[in-house]
């Protein structure tokens, strides 16, 4: 080989790599259209900012939007959840009540082995929330108490003299009222 057919060679390789580099420029201009021929002025490029903000916070008051739903929607459910629970737990409690029945009218007449059964019962339901509406001697009210029947006397005032039925509150509303009987005094 001579030396002009090394150095004609490496001109052609030269050649090539120059040709390459014009296309792939070319492609790459063709490809992305922020090459332009013409500068952007300031203006356009301030307006584009602007627009760009916008978007911006547009997208970022939808996010706190859907935030701020999802968080009541959290709360909403953690609240119904809660509420169904309760009324679970209450319809629980209501149908053990006639089981506290048996145990008050067994201890009545006389049967002491019920009592440690009832004791502990009670204090179960009572460490939920179950509390025993207290009648006996307090006046009447019908929130709490069912009048079964009424003795007139000489006074204004309706007070409770006979329990007939313990009635129970469950966190703080009446799961049953009592049934009492009531004088006037």
Not at 102 to 130: F, H, M, R, Y
Request: glycine residues 6%; hydrophobic residues 40%.
């Amino acid at each position: 080989m001579s030396a002009e057919d090394e150095t004609g060679s490496g001109q052609e390789e030269f050649e090539l790599d120059v040709e390459d580099q014009q296309v792939v420029s070319s492609d790459l201009a063709a490809d992305f259209d922020f090459v332009s021929e013409d500068p952007l002025s300031v203006e356009l490029l301030l307006e584009s900012l602007e627009g760009v903000t916008a978007e911006r916070d547009d997208y970022r008051d939808s996010l706190q939007r859907l935030q701020a739903d999802f968080e009541n929607f959290r709360r909403r459910s953690s609240q119904e959840s809660e509420q169904r629970i309760s009324a679970g737990v209450s319809k629980l409690v209501e149908a053990l009540l006639p089981v506290l029945d048996a145990c008050d009218a067994a201890e009545a007449q006389g049967l002491q082995d019920v009592g440690p059964i009832q004791s502990a019962l009670t204090a179960v339901l009572n460490k939920a929330g179950l509390v025993r509406i207290e009648a006996l001697g307090a006046p009447f009210d019908p929130n709490h108490h069912e009048a079964m029947s009424l003795e007139t006397g000489e006074g204004n005032e309706q007070v409770v003299v006979e329990e007939l039925r313990s009635g129970y509150l469950w966190m703080s509303t009446v799961l049953r009222p009592a049934m009492v009987r009531v004088r006037e005094q």
